[in-house]
């Protein structure tokens, strides 16, 4: 049982009337939408219960999660997962100012979705790369991603094989010295 979520599903189903649901009920988009809506008014009825507006500023911000859809992080495309914004209010001094993030800026480009999360900066564009083969690229970046792997596993397997070289000499030249003590 998970209370948070038959809370939201309760909720969920108060803020529709049967006849706003489609015949084949909602799809991801309107759901999200919905879900958006009742938690940016739960989210809003908190903050007014617990924040005085004439003592203290603040900023409601709302988004959504939006999960990443690739399979790997190193494919030409922005792999990541980030928050698009879907509100935000400002209030100072007692006065709330609603502001539009998503008209007000501009929609990152895809070489800026893939500086932001961490990748190489994007040489061609997939028009350009027209003449790659996509399992080949996937094959290829697997292939590295194992030779990682195995450089990192074969760089720890060295390190331990020498501590336990030098453990081993240390004890061999103990066993002769007791040796070379028990023959004298």
């Given at each position: 049982?998970?209370?948070?979520?038959?809370?939201?599903?309760s909720r969920l189903l108060r803020a529709l009337t049967?006849?706003?649901?489609?015949?084949?009920?909602?799809?991801?988009?309107?759901t999200t939408?919905?879900?958006?809506?009742?938690?940016?008014?739960?989210?809003t009825e908190l903050v007014r219960a617990a924040v005085d507006p004439s003592k203290a500023d603040f900023a409601i911000l709302t988004g959504v999660q939006i999960h990443s859809y690739g399979h790997?992080?190193?494919e030409w495309h922005p792999n990541m997962e980030y928050i698009c914004p879907t509100s935000m209010t400002v209030v100072t001094n007692g006065q709330a100012q609603k502001?539009?993030?998503?008209?007000?800026?501009?929609?990152?480009?895809?070489?800026q979705l893939f500086a932001m999360r961490g990748g190489e900066e994007i040489l061609a564009?997939?028009?350009?790369?027209?003449?790659?083969?996509?399992?080949?690229?996937?094959e290829?970046?697997?292939?590295?991603?194992?030779?990682?792997?195995?450089?990192?596993?074969?760089?720890?397997?060295?390190?331990?094989?020498?501590?336990?070289?030098?453990?081993a000499a240390s004890a061999?030249?103990?066993?002769?010295?007791?040796?070379?003590?028990?023959?004298?």
């Amino acid at each position: 049982m998970n209370p948070e979520f038959t809370l939201l599903e309760s909720r969920l189903l108060r803020a529709l009337t049967p006849d706003q649901v489609p015949a084949g009920g909602l799809d991801l988009v309107q759901t999200t939408k919905l879900c958006d809506g009742v938690i940016q008014e739960d989210f809003t009825e908190l903050v007014r219960a617990a924040v005085d507006p004439s003592k203290a500023d603040f900023a409601i911000l709302t988004g959504v999660q939006i999960h990443s859809y690739g399979h790997t992080l190193d494919e030409w495309h922005p792999n990541m997962e980030y928050i698009c914004p879907t509100s935000m209010t400002v209030v100072t001094n007692g006065q709330a100012q609603k502001i539009d993030l998503v008209a007000e800026t501009p929609a990152p480009t895809p070489r800026q979705l893939f500086a932001m999360r961490g990748g190489e900066e994007i040489l061609a564009t997939p028009t350009a790369l027209a003449g790659i083969d996509p399992q080949r690229a996937a094959e290829e970046a697997a292939a590295k991603r194992r030779a990682a792997e195995l450089a990192d596993e074969i760089a720890r397997l060295t390190a331990a094989t020498e501590r336990a070289s030098e453990s081993a000499a240390s004890a061999l030249n103990a066993l002769k010295s007791e040796l070379d003590s028990i023959k004298h």
